[in-house]
C-alpha cells in the first residue's frame, strides 16, 4: 500500500469512520445544522449545546464516508467544552492544515489529534469531505450568534 | 483517407465480422488508455461518464481547423462551403446511425441535457396544462427529471414516477396504470446510467403509442452501446450526447419525428434558424435550422462524424458482444467478493456495474482504487433518487467500454482487495 | 511548457510592449493561413465571421483529449480532477480578461447567441409585463434582436429601437428620450458586425443606470479587439464568442453581475446544476454551476484557455494598434475606389469594412474575389435591419485581425479590379 | 481570369444581370409568387398571367446578385407562351443542369439557351441564386394549380 494513502487512512480515521464517537440525535440543542456535500451525497447534522458563549454539548448523526465521520466525530471531541470563538479559531486552523502546503509547526501543536486528518492535503477532490462538519460547525455557530443577537436585541 | 488508414482494425481486416477485431491492436488507437496513473497502468473504468477518443477523433478536430475552419451556412468562398459540407456531412451520419427518416429530424445540440431542456420547453411547456402529466421512471438521470420539474413548475403539470422493482427493472403493470389520459408524454431512458438496466421500451412505447401518448428515450448510455433504431422503435424524440460515443464534448442530438418538429416553437433565438428579420416580425428557418441558433460546435460536430465512422467500423454487433462479455466476466468477479453487493440486477443489462461494500463507503473505494490505477466514480451518479429506492448513500461504479479488457477488471478486483485490507 | 514554447514570439520577446511584436513570425502560428486557395495565397478576411486559431489551441484540444480527458466536477480519481482544474482555470482566465469581480459571475455557454437567449429566458421574461420595454438598437446582429422578439412574444413586452445615423453611429440624444419609466433592459452590441462601429457604450451604461435600467452588451464583435473591463463599464451583462476569438468553436461566455445571476431562474436543467434532487422537490446548485446543466463542452473550454493565453502574450495595446493600421490602410485603399461605397463610417471603428460596388452584388463580387484566393462576406451579416436602414440588399464586407497584413487587402484590391473587369 | 470564372459569368449573363428582361409589375397577373434567399437576402416577386392552363404572360421585380436575376430574366422569355406543363419539365430539366455533374446532350439541347447558367454546376454555394427564379415559378404554379382545383370543384 502506498504512503500518501496510508497517510490519509491512519488508524485513527479508520477507527473513528467505523465507530464515530456522540453519533446521536442531542435533546434540546441549541441549534441543529445540516451539512450536505452535492458532490458524493454526504450528508449530516450537527446537534449544539450552547450557553453564555460556550459549546457545553455536541453530537451528529448522518452518512458518509471515512473521511467525513472521522473528521466530525474528531472534531466534536475536540469542540466540547469550549467557548465559541475558540471553536471558530479552530475552525481556520482546520482549513490551513488542510489546505496549505507546508501548516506551521503552530498550527499542527494547536490542533494536536486532529492533524491526523493531515494527509487529506494530497487528495483534493477528499477536502470537502475532511471539512463537510467543519462547515456545519462555523454555519451553526454564525447562526446561534445571530438568533442570539436577534433575541437580545 | 488518411483517418481510416490510421484506424488498425481495418487494415488487418476490412470486413468487420463477428471475431474479427484485434481488440487488443483496437486499444491502442485510444493514445488516453496508454498512459500510467500513480504508477500504475490505468485502468479506465468511468466509461458512462465519458469515453475515451480514438485518434481518428482528435485527428479530425485539429484537422479542422488547420484546414477547413471558417463559419458554416452563410459564406459564399470555398473555405466555408467546405466547412458547411463537413458539418452537414455528420448530419447525415447521424441520420444512418439512428436509422431517421430524414436528415431534417437531426438537430445539433449541446449534449443529452440540452437536448430533453428543448423538448421540455419548446414541446412541452406550451403545451401542458394544470393537472396534465408527464411520465418519468424511478431510474432517471438528473437531466431527465429537472427539466420536466422546471416545465411543471411553470405550467401546473405533474410528474408521474413509473416504480422500479428490487432488480431495477421497470415494473410495466404499474407503467400500464400510470398511463392514463392526463399523460402527456413518456421521458424514460433507455439504459440507466446508475443501475446498468437495459430497459423493455419497444414495449413500453407501444404501450403509450396505444392511448396515443408520445414518447421521449434519453439515450446517453445506451446510443454508443446498442444499435437504435429510431423508426422500428417508433419513439417520438431520442436524445444523446457525443462524449459519451468516443466523439468531442460539446455536442449532441435531438432526434424528433418531424411532425413534432415542425409544429414546435424555436428553442433560442439568432443567427442561422431566422429566414427573414424585420423588427416588426421574423420568420424562422426550416428544419433543422430552426433549433440550431447562432454558431454551432462546428469542430466538435465534425469530430463526431469522426467517431460515428469509428462506430460503424467496429460494428455494433462486435461492440455488444465484446462489452456483454466483459460484463459477464466483471460480474462473475465481483460477486464472488464476499461484503460487495451489486446494485442492479436486471436480466437485460449495459456494461455497467454499480455496488456497495459493507465496510467502505464508495468514496473510500474510489480513492483508493485510483490509487492502484483504477478509475471508477463513486457517488448517487446524478441519480439521486434511485439512490433512495435502494437505501444506499452512494454506489462505486465500474461501466465497461469496448476498449477495456479482463486486465482492467481484474486490476479493480485486485484494488478491492486493498480496501478490504484498509477497512476490515 | 510546450504551448508556450510554440508560441514564436514569447521567443523573440517576454516583453509584450508595442513594436516588439514580429508579426508576420506571429501569422506562422495559425497553420490555416498558409493553404492556397484556388492557386492563390489564402487572404482570410472574413474574421468577424469567425477568427482562425493558433497552433497554442489546437494543440491544447488534442493535449486534453490524449492526456485528460474525464467528465468534470464529480469524479473522485485523478484524471477527473485534472479535467476539472483545466476547465475551471479558465474560468479564471476568463474573469481576468474581462475584469469581472469574481469567477462565479463567468458561465460558459455555446456562445454569444446561447448567453443571450440565456439572459431573455431566465433574467428579462420571468420580469416583464405587457407593456414593458426592451431597447436595442438598429445595428444589432439577429443574435440580439430575436431572443427579444421571442420574449416581448410571450410577455406582451415591446421592443424600441435606438435609431443611427449615417455615419452608423447610435444618436444619443434619441437614446436619452428612448429610456424611460417603461425601459426594463438595454441590449446592446459593443462593436457593430455589419457596419465596424465601435459604440460609446460607458456612456450608454452611465445615461441607463441613472434610470437604474441595466444594461447587455453584446460583446461578440469587441471582445478579441478591445481590452474590455465589465468593472470600469458597470455593464450588468457581457456576452461574447470564443470561436471569434481566437478560441474553438462551442463555447462562450455569459458575465452576469453576481446580483443578478443569484436572482435568476436557472435555464436548463440536469446534472451539476443541481444540489439535491428528489421527485417532490429540487435544490440548484450555487453560481456558476446553477447555469451549466449537463456535460459542458470541457475541451473547447480547455482549448478557449490557450486562445486567451495567447491573446494576453501578444496583448491587447499591440493588437489595437494593429488592427488599426489595417483598418486605416483597408479604408485609403478602397475609398480611392471609384463606384465603391463604405458602409459605415463612424468616427470609432473596429477593423471591419462593409462595402457594396454600383457595377456588382455582393454575391457576386465574393464569388469573383474567392477566385482570387480573397475570403470576405456577402450578404446581410445576420443584421438584415441594417441593411434596410442602409438601403441595400447586401453588402460585401472584410473584416481584418492581427494577423492579417497589408499584402492581404492588395490582393482584395486586386481582385475587386478584376470585378470591375468583368461588370463594367 | 480564370476558366471557371468565364464559364460562370458569360455574357448573356452579365447582360441579362445588368438589363433583366419583363423587369416590372403584371397587370392582373393570375398569380404573384414571392420567392426569397435567406443566405444572401436575395428577394423577387414573380408575376404569372395563366390562362387554359398555359402561361400568357409574365415578369418580375426584385434584388439580387447577377446570376440570379439572369437565371429568372432568362427564365421568363422561355416560359412565356408555353403550357404549365411545360415550364414543369423546363423545372426539372433545368435543376438537372446546374446540378448533375454532367448533363445529357438531351437535356442541353431542350434548354438551349438557359445552358449559358451550367457554369453554375462549379460554385455550389451559387447553385441557390440560380434556382431561386425557378423555385419561385415551381411554387406559383403550384399555387395556381391548386387554386384552380379549388374553384373547379
Ligand atoms: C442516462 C443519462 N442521461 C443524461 C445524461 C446527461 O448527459 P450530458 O451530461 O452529456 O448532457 C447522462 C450523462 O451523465 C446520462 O447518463
Ligand atoms: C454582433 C454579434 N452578435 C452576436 C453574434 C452571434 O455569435 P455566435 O454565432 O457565435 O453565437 C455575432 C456573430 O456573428 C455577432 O457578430
Known amino acids: 500500500m502506498n504512503e500518501e494513502l496510508r497517510a490519509l487512512y491512519q488508524e485513527v480515521i479508520i477507527d473513528h469512520g467505523r465507530h464515530p464517537r456522540n453519533f446521536k440525535k442531542l435533546e434540546e440543542p441549541s441549534c441543529c445544522q445540516e451539512g450536505y456535500n452535492p458532490l458524493c451525497g454526504d450528508r449530516l447534522t450537527l446537534y449544539l449545546k450552547v450557553d453564555h458563549n460556550k459549546i457545553i454539548d455536541a453530537s451528529f448523526e448522518g452518512v458518509g464516508c471515512a473521511i467525513s465521520m472521522a473528521s466530525t466525530s474528531l ?19 482546520f482549513h490551513l492544515l488542510v489546505t496549505e502546503p507546508s501548516p506551521t509547526v503552530k498550527t499542527l501543536e494547536y490542533l494536536g489529534k486532529l492533524t491526523v486528518l493531515g494527509g487529506v492535503r494530497d487528495f483534493p477532490t477528499r477536502i470537502k469531505c475532511a471539512t463537510l462538519g467543519w462547515h456545519a460547525l462555523k454555519a451553526g455557530l454564525d447562526n446561534a450568534a445571530s438568533e442570539q443577537r436577534v433575541s437580545t436585541e | 483517407m488518411s483517418l481510416i488508414s490510421s484506424f488498425p482494425i481495418m487494415s488487418s481486416s476490412c470486413n468487420p465480422a463477428q471475431n474479427t477485431i484485434d481488440w487488443t491492436a483496437l486499444r491502442s488507437d485510444f493514445p488516453l488508455l496508454s498512459q500510467q496513473a500513480h504508477n500504475k497502468q490505468l ?3 468511468d466509461n458512462a461518464a465519458t469515453t475515451q477518443k480514438p485518434n481518428a477523433v482528435i485527428e479530425a478536430i485539429a484537422h ?8 458554416v451556412h452563410r459564406g459564399v468562398y470555398e473555405l466555408s462551403e467546405r466547412a458547411t459540407q463537413s458539418y452537414e ?5 447521424v441520420q444512418n446511425f439512428l436509422n431517421a427518416w430524414s436528415r431534417e429530424e437531426i438537430i445539433f445540440v449541446r449534449g443529452a441535457t440540452e437536448a430533453i431542456n428543448l423538448v421540455a420547453q419548446s414541446y412541452a411547456r406550451p403545451a401542458l396544462k394544470p393537472g396534465d402529466e408527464i411520465l418519468i421512471s424511478a431510474m432517471e438521470h438528473h437531466s431527465n427529471i429537472v427539466p420536466w420539474q422546471m416545465v411543471c413548475k411553470k405550467t401546473g403539470a405533474q410528474l408521474a414516477i413509473i416504480p422500479i422493482n428490487d432488480s431495477a427493472e ?4 404499474r407503467y400500464q396504470q400510470l398511463l392514463n389520459e392526463k399523460t402527456r408524454l413518456v421521458a424514460v431512458t433507455h439504459v440507466s446510467n446508475a443501475l446498468g438496466s437495459i430497459n423493455p421500451v419497444q414495449q413500453m412505447i407501444t404501450m403509450a403509442h396505444e392511448k396515443e401518448i408520445p414518447v421521449l428515450l434519453d439515450g446517453a448510455q445506451a446510443a454508443a452501446h446498442l444499435s437504435v433504431d429510431v423508426q422500428a422503435l417508433d419513439c417520438d424524440f431520442y436524445t444523446f450526447s457525443s462524449h459519451k460515443a468516443y466523439g468531442p464534448t460539446g455536442v449532441g442530438v435531438l432526434y424528433g419525428k418531424k411532425r413534432h418538429l415542425d409544429a414546435m416553437e424555436p428553442y433560442q433565438g439568432g443567427g442561422d434558424m431566422i429566414s427573414s428579420v424585420r423588427f416588426e416580425h421574423t420568420e424562422y428557418n426550416s428544419l433543422p435550422y430552426k433549433f440550431e441558433a447562432g454558431t454551432p460546435n462546428i469542430a466538435g460536430v465534425v469530430g463526431f462524424g469522426a467517431a460515428l465512422d469509428y462506430l460503424s467500423a467496429v460494428g455494433f454487433d462486435n461492440i455488444v458482444q465484446r462489452e456483454q462479455q466483459l460484463l ?4 462473475l468477479k465481483l460477486q464472488a467478493i464476499s461484503g460487495l453487493h451489486i446494485i442492479g440486477r436486471a436480466k437485460n443489462k449495459a456494461s455497467i456495474i454499480s455496488f456497495v461494500l459493507d465496510c467502505a463507503h464508495s468514496h473510500d473505494i474510489s480513492t483508493i482504487l485510483d490509487h492502484q490505477g483504477v478509475a471508477i466514480r463513486a457517488g448517487h451518479h446524478c441519480a439521486m433518487p434511485v439512490m433512495e429506492r435502494f437505501n444506499v448513500p452512494a454506489t462505486a461504479r465500474a461501466s465497461m467500454a469496448f476498449y477495456n479488457n479482463e486486465a482492467d477488471i481484474d486490476q479493480l478486483v485486485r484494488g478491492l482487495a486493498q480496501v478490504f485490507k484498509l477497512f476490515s
Chains 1, 4 share one sequence.
Do not use: S
Open chain 2, 43 to 45: 485502468a479506465y473504468l
Open chain 2, 64 to 71: 479542422y481547423y488547420r484546414v477547413d475552419n471558417a463559419n
Open chain 2, 170 to 173: 421497470i415494473m410495466l403493470e
Open chain 2, 89 to 93: 456531412a455528420t448530419r447525415n451520419k
Open chain 1, 75 to 93: 472534531m466534536i471531541e475536540r469542540i466540547k467544552n469550549i467557548p465559541i470563538i475558540e471553536a471558530q479559531q479552530l475552525f481556520e486552523a
Open chain 2, 328 to 331: 459477464d466476466y466483471a460480474t
